[in-house]
């Protein structure tokens, strides 16, 4: 999607000074296209449930699911639900929306490990991902992910997008905090061998990566994908990480 003018020039005024070297990046929805994994398989394995429902019910059951039942995964990272409480607690809440209970026992288990086993084979990278790291690539610049999602876990998610060049990777249970917690992103930084004030954090939410990160140090950037107004924002915004190729560019 082409960024209009106004707000294309808006964005060069937030570009970051000096030399970058160093750029973390959050990994779901930003490298890797969990929308789309975490949809896709909601639909194989709720269709029974749901025999009835249309393209556009099932594009609402998909952001009840990933939008607006974040609550519950803000509980499991608080220690309150384990995480597939919590993605049990989601599916209800999105099939409770068009009149299906989940039923206990047998039926909830199978739907949770049908989903876990389907998720994983949607996963994949986003179209500007790898133009990018072959630029960071190119140019010597280090970068690795901070989750906000257990080490392992993702590990298999980047694996299976195939982004296994992506090395460096801190995740909640590597430092034992989650973010916005500044550590998280520090030992990021401390494990690229780059320095706080030097390295970029890119991530599609503004608030935990973009705010968060730069509140911890670093040059905070908000990876707004689908162009949402937020008027309050003065920070760095782009709508695609191959606005970023210019910002990492390393001079002749």
């Known amino acids: 999607m082409t ?3 106004a707000e294309t020039a808006g964005a060069v005024h937030r570009r970051p000074p000096g030399a970058v070297n160093g750029v973390l990046f959050d990994i779901d929805d930003t490298l890797v296209d969990l929308a789309y994994a975490m949809t896709t398989a909601l639909r194989d394995v709720s269709e029974h449930l749901l025999p009835r429902l249309d393209q556009a019910g099932w594009e609402k059951f998909g952001r009840i699911f990933t939008h607006e039942t ?5 509980r499991y990272l608080a220690g309150e639900l384990t995480f597939n409480e919590q993605r ?5 809440a999105a099939l409770g929306h068009f009149g299906v209970e989940l039923g206990e026992g047998d039926e909830a288990r199978h739907w949770l490990s049908s989903y876990s086993r389907l998720q994983p084979s949607y996963v994949r990278a986003f179209e500007d991902v790898v133009p990018l790291l072959d630029a960071l ?11 906000n999602n257990v080490h392992d876990y993702q590990r298999v998610k980047l694996d299976s997008a195939g982004l296994e060049r992506i090395g460096i990777l801190v995740g909640t249970d590597t430092v034992g905090v989650p973010k916005p917690d500044p550590a998280i992103y520090l030992e990021g930084v401390r494990l690229l061998g780059s320095t706080a004030d030097t390295t970029l954090y890119v991530g599609d939410n503004r608030l935990l990566d973009a705010e968060g990160s730069t509140a ?3 040059l905070g950037v908000w990876l707004n994908r689908n162009g949402e107004p937020d008027p309050g924002f003065g920070g760095r915004e782009i709508g695609s990480l191959l606005e970023l190729q210019g910002w990492v560019a390393q001079p002749e």
């Open 70 to 74: 974040t609550h519950y995964y803000d």
């Open 137 to 147: 690539d190119s140019a010597g610049i280090p970068y690795g992910a901070v989750s």
């Open 216 to 218: 911890a140090g670093l």
């Open 88 to 92: 049990l607690l989601r599916g209800r």
């Open 3 to 5: 960024r209009p003018a």
